[in-house]
């Protein structure tokens, strides 16, 4: 977005509170009747986006491919909600000017000096043509003599129209913390049974009969002596270590599973009463 808030950059984008938080997406762009310059969008807030709320551009300035009002979000989703589809009237003006003058400090105007703003969508070229959701149409075509479609029934008129409504489902999903899952490392302690071969030293005494004496080249005398010997055993040693046995790998991973989501919609329904027989159109 450029550094002026054109209103070709502003449809579609997101206006944005002074903390950063998304208050909505910009639906319309108003211009001052006078000056030709934006002064109010239409933005669509709540939790799918289905409402629509007017917020002025007085001290908007444009961050990045945004916008960034002087208002917190809760500011924007509490006022008041006036009907604009392609121009704003004076007196619903003033009072979303009042209200705004309240939480922000937009200026209230004076004696009687409102301007009138007129409505756009995103604008295809120079010829005034405008493109809102698919459907094209002049400015002319959609509010002509500057009234609003859905306005006042004249019961004497010849010819009149009416806006006939419906809820539609607009169901997403939210992303929010389920729970937390830990994992502990313990210490379990086994008892082992291990047989282990050992040896020891004994003395083996042999008697072995001199059947020639006068071989024996030690006469000896008759003495009380005695020779020493040392004897070796094993014994069983026990030493343990820290070895590593095995790598544990841990990883999130996304589980898809559907929910039936069911509830009530709403739809007018247009009756007729009155004498004589009244025609069907193709819609009915």
């Known amino acids: 977005m450029t550094s ?3 209103p070709e950059n502003l449809i579609g984008h997101h206006v944005l509170d002074p903390e950063g938080n998304n208050v909505g997406k910009i639906k319309q762009v108003f211009l001052d009747d006078r000056t030709g310059e934006p002064s109010w969008v239409s933005v669509h807030t709540g939790l799918f986006g289905t409402k629509e709320t007017l917020v002025p551009l007085q001290g908007a300035r444009p961050t990045a491919e945004d916008i960034e009002i002087p208002y917190d979000k809760a500011t924007v989703k509490d006022a008041p909600q006036v009907e604009a589809d392609r121009h704003v009237d004076p007196e619903d003006e003033a009072i979303v000017r009042d209200y705004f003058a309240k939480h922000g400090g937009v200026p209230r105007q004076s004696g ?3 301007d009138n703003m007129t409505g756009r969508s995103s604008t295809d070229d120079e010829t005034n043509t405008w493109t809102e959701g698919g459907d094209t149409g002049s400015m002319v075509g959609r509010a002509r003599s500057g009234e609003r479609l859905g306005g ?5 008129a010849d010819e009149v129209s009416m806006i006939r409504h419906e809820e539609q489902v607009e169901i997403g999903v939210e992303r929010r913390e389920s729970g937390q899952a830990r994992m502990r490392r313990h210490v379990d302690t086994e008892r082992f049974d291990e047989t282990v071969p050992v040896h020891h030293e004994e003395l083996e005494v042999e008697h072995r009969p001199i059947t020639d004496p006068s071989q024996v080249t030690d006469d000896g005398d008759l003495e009380e002596g005695e020779q020493i010997f040392t ?5 069983p040693v026990v030493s343990k270590k820290n070895v590593p046995v095995e790598e544990v790998h841990v990883r999130k991973r996304d589980v898809t599973r559907e929910e039936h989501v069911e509830g009530e919609i709403r739809k007018e329904r247009f009756e007729f009463e009155g004498e004589g027989d009244v025609p069907r159109s193709d819609t009915d």
């Open 4 to 6: 002026e808030l054109v």
């Open 112 to 114: 009687g000096d409102t």
């Open 152 to 156: 006042p029934v004249d019961p004497g």
């Open 231 to 235: 004897l070796y055993e094993e014994r």
